[in-house]
């Protein structure tokens, strides 16, 4: 069984950042692709970040590109989501999730392509 938690979230105002951290445990984290997603008050969970299981290869959501940052240190078994220029659109629950595949071709941006979630965290964005 896999278990991951994360932490880092809190209250921040209009742009300013934030880094949120994912830790894993249970498998070896070091063979799997990650994830971060995000879900406001009334709307459905969304894609935010992908990152490959070496590190080597990641994918935004477009509202996240050149603000956002998906990066992982397998030692630590930890992934982070490094978040500048917060905007109050961002406030939102963010959730790490593991991609299960043995083969993963590419990175995953739907919800059901990834087996394992985190509690999520909390993040919230003020003028």
Do not use: H
């Not at 969970?45 to 240190?73: C, H, L, N, P, Q």
């Not at 595949?101 to 979630?117: C, I, M, N």
């Amino acid at each position: 069984q896999v278990q991951l938690v994360e932490s880092g979230g809190g209250l921040v105002q209009a742009g300013g950042s934030l880094r949120l951290s994912c830790t894993a445990s249970g498998r070896n984290f070091g063979n799997y692709d990650m994830g971060w997603f995000r879900q406001a008050p009334g709307k459905e969970r969304e894609f935010v970040a992908a990152i490959s299981w070496t590190g080597g290869t990641t994918y935004y959501a477009d509202s996240m590109k050149g603000r956002f940052t998906i990066s992982r240190v397998n030692a630590k078994n930890t992934v982070y989501l490094q978040m500048d220029s917060l905007k109050p659109e961002d406030t939102a629950v963010y959730y790490c999730a593991l991609d299960s595949r043995v083969s993963s071709w590419y990175l995953a941006t739907r919800k059901d392509e990834y087996a394992y979630w985190g509690q999520g965290t909390q993040v919230t964005v003020s003028s």
